[in-house]
């Protein structure tokens, strides 16, 4: 049997830790495409497509890829293809309003009792269905100066419950950054929840650092994680060790996932995707229909169709491993339930 530190050690060998995993990423068409066998009639539209929105996405998550199959579920969400760059009527640059919804830099507060803080604009990996592929991170990320004000506006409304930090991807930044955020945050007497919206404990399992720990699971704020992952590859051994830890220290564990045509939109994929989840001590959260963002539409999948879905998967599932599905309809207090 393999310990947990040896299983540290293998992946440290095999990918580096996670800043250099983090910093490796594949950028390149042309290497994706050749790392996994698949022929070159690819790479012309992915370049073309990566001029509106890099390729980008790390060695541990390329390596739950299957060799040589174009239609593989992990690789549909990150290789460019040429049909994004269409246009589609009714796809737009900022699909939830979210560019006038910001009070003060940094801050997206649109629901009562919570918020979200834009931490950091990077992510490990850019999915090509991403509502915020165009969103303006430089212009709206937490610096120096907007730091103090983010922090103000959080200590003068006590009906923030909640701080959700997000992104980009906020596991992204580094431990001192982020235990720097978090120790502030502890001192308001009126938040009382600390959630992360995060993929990296998916794209990058090692991410999930002792440190991580301390700083999220070991202080006076509830800890709620909600990662991202899909379809049921993406939960590997390695997604359960890290998973399994964060669930050890406290944290709540929760799955949202995006409605994609041709990678979840199946009863059976949904179905396992949940059994998934439920394996990594993951409860599924939000299953969303697709924003309509310029580039992605050829992923959307109709509402009726997501209805008759999410039925099939509640007639075969217990209630816990059933996803909300929901619509975010710009000027709302929550997001839309539709079922
Ligand atoms: C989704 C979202 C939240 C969190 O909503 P929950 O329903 O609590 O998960 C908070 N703020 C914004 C702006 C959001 O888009
Ligand atoms: S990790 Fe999340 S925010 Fe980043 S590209 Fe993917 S869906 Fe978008």
Redesign the pocket.
Known sequence: MITRSELSVQTINDFGCWQEQLAGAVTSPELLLSMLQLSTKLLPPALKACQEFPLRVPHAYINRMELGNPNDPLLRQVLPIGEECEHIEGFGLDP?A?QS?NPTDGV????HG???LIVGGSCAVNCRFCFRRHFPYQDNRLDRDSWNSAMEYIRSDTSIK?V?L?GGDPLASNDRRLEKIVTELNHISHVETL?IHTRLPVVIPDRVTDDLINWFAKKRLQPVM?IHANHANEIDESVREATFRLKQAGVTLLNQAVLLKGINDSPSALIQLGDALFKAGVLP??LHLLDPVHGAAHFDVPEAKAKSLIKEVMDSSPGYLVPKLVR?IPGRP??TWIS
Not at 108 to 111: D, G, L, S, V, W
């Open positions: 939830l979210e919804q997206i507060h649109k629901y919570r918020l979200l909640e959700i997000s959630r909600v959260y939000y975010e929550g997001k």
